[in-house]
């Protein structure tokens, strides 16, 4: 079953779904990194949630403008901050 992770990033929420493939490489502290592309004040931005990259349980999500240019980190913490469900 695949899972919905989301996380607060300003005052707005960030959903990134992972297959359950994804899901089971993040729950054995693997390296894991997905795109999502979602819309800020019109503005489309791209936002890469990072899985077990600085050490196991961690979770980070930065963004890129749509240009490319980097924005920064969006969210840094642990993967149990997050809200897990079944997607």
């Known amino acids: 079953m695949s899972r919905s992770v989301v996380v607060e990033i ?3 929420y960030r959903e990134c779904i992972l297959t359950n ?10 390296c894991v990194s997905k795109d999502v592309v979602d ?6 931005f ?3 949630f990072h ?3 600085s050490d196991k349980g961690s979770l ?9 240019e ?3 980190e969006g969210f840094v913490g642990r993967i149990d901050d997050a809200c897990v469900t079944e997607a």
């Open 21 to 30: 493939d994804e899901w089971n490489q993040v729950s054995l502290g693997q």
């Open 10 to 12: 300003g005052y707005d």
């Open 51 to 53: 899985f077990n990259h």
């Open 39 to 44: 819309h800020y004040e019109g503005e489309e």
């Open 70 to 72: 980097d924005c920064g």
């Open 60 to 68: 980070s999500v930065g963004y890129l403008y749509p240009n490319g």
């Open 46 to 48: 791209l936002y890469t």
